[in-house]
């Protein structure tokens, strides 16, 4: 298992912890961002136990980080 967890992460790269995103006059945090190298993409990982109305937060931090 070990193998695949680092193949799997092998390419990404670490942005920021708690990265600050401004839309309109409003601040938003996201846990955990980062670069994925392979696919050229910003991926945000959320540290708690992820729940379906999560997506649609993590969807509105990665279009207002594609906007900026």
Known sequence: ??????????????????N???VGKSDFYIDL???QRGIQCLVSIRENHFRPQHLGQITFYLEALNAG
């Not at 298992?1 to 708690?18: G, P, R």
Request: no cysteine; hydrophobic share 55%; charged share 25%.
């Open 1 to 18: 298992m070990n193998d695949f967890t680092l193949e799997l992460v092998k390419d990404f790269l670490f942005v920021e912890q708690a």
């Open 33 to 35: 961002l980062f670069y």
């Open 20 to 22: 600050k995103v401004q």
